[in-house]
């Protein structure tokens, strides 16, 4: 008997250190899950790049008459002195412009001797405006639509849903062309006129989001309790959907700004104002790309970090904000 025990005691021993390392590899486990939940829900660093482009960009767009920049419209006309063939003399002769980037002009000007990168940042004034009212519009408009549609549902669900696919189905770029022929081109045309083209998207996003939110134990029990169906639609409702929808709005603001560089180059951009649109068209030409490349690049360049931003802004915001994620672990 006395075997018996000290092998029994021995099993139980031996189960026990098996139990423990377990739970040892169980807890060092756990750091590592934490650690890569804190690490997927953390914005990061191309966040906050992309973050002071855009502030940066705004910056200077807003407050650039009083900042000490060129002035956009100013012909900044450089002089030569050449020996006049005739009377053997030296004279100050002015040189065709566009200008290389110098210490003058750090990007260098265009055809007209223009500074190009006053005229890019008047640029991102307009560019910008263009897309935060389109965005705005399209929020207001679309994300009123839809969520009163995702809440009460019924024929009005029916009605909107039907506005939104007409939306959709038509083209987008001739729907913008007609407007602003038959209208004028002012910025106020031209936003709202982008900004019907993002009134279904937006909508549909908001529609769908109520509908989801609609059903939670928050709004039945503001039901229940007699509230409003206006103040469960304001209080309850769209702190919930209008993160969805600024994601979404970014994207907005993004394409916005590339349909007006594509109306630009139809003649059909802002008028009387300089945009990146049409700063890219002034430099489009065959005999400038291979002479003066950075008259279109550096505007284009504008462009493109701006809407990269927006972009990448709007994605990662939206895994941020994604509360399905606290349920996915890496095997």
Do not use: C
């Not at 005691?9 to 250190?17: C, G, K």
């Not at 009134?199 to 229940?224: D, K, N, Y």
């Amino acid at each position: 008997m006395n075997d018996e025990q000290a092998t029994d005691m021995d099993n139980i021993n031996t189960i026990d250190s098996e139990t423990a390392e377990v739970q040892e590899e169980t807890n060092d486990s756990n750091p590592l899950e934490v650690s890569e939940f804190a690490d997927k829900k953390t914005l990061g660093f191309g966040f906050w790049l992309a973050a002071f482009w855009l502030v940066l960009i705004s910056f200077l767009a807003v407050f650039s008459p009083m900042l000490p920049f060129k002035d956009s419209e100013k012909n900044y006309i450089a002089f030569e002195q050449k020996e006049n063939p005739i009377t053997g003399k030296m004279q100050e002769r002015p040189i065709q412009p566009p200008y290389a980037p110098s210490s003058e002009h750090w990007l260098g000007t265009d055809q007209d001797a223009r500074d190009i990168l006053s005229r890019s940042i008047e640029g991102a004034r307009i560019s910008l405006a263009v897309g935060a009212l389109t965005a705005l519009f399209g929020m207001v408009v679309g994300g009123t639509l839809g969520m009163i549609a995702g809440y009460f549902k019924g024929v009005l669900d029916k009605v909107v849903g039907a506005i939104f696919l007409v939306v959709l189905s038509f083209p987008g770029l001739i729907l913008a062309i007609l407007i602003v022929a038959l209208l004028d081109r002012s910025l106020l045309t031209i936003s709202v006129t982008l900004g019907i083209l993002g009134v279904a998207p937006i909508g549909r996003l908001a529609r769908a989001q109520t509908l989801s939110f609609s059903e939670r134990e928050f709004v039945m029990a503001a039901e229940t309790l007699g509230s409003k169906k206006s103040r469960i639609l304001i209080k309850e409702l769209l702190p919930n959907v209008l993160i969805p929808m600024s994601t979404l709005a970014m994207l907005v603001i993004a394409v916005a700004i590339v349909g007006e560089g594509t109306l630009a180059f139809l003649g059909l951009s802002v008028q009387g104002s300089a945009t990146w649109g049409k700063l890219i068209l002034t430099g489009s030409g065959l005999n400038t790309l291979e002479s003066s490349p950075w008259v279109a690049f550096v505007p284009m360049g504008f462009l493109f970090l701006t809407v990269a931003s927006f972009n990448y802004l709007s994605d990662r915001i939206r895994d941020y904000f994604d509360v399905r994620d606290i349920f996915v672990t890496r095997d």
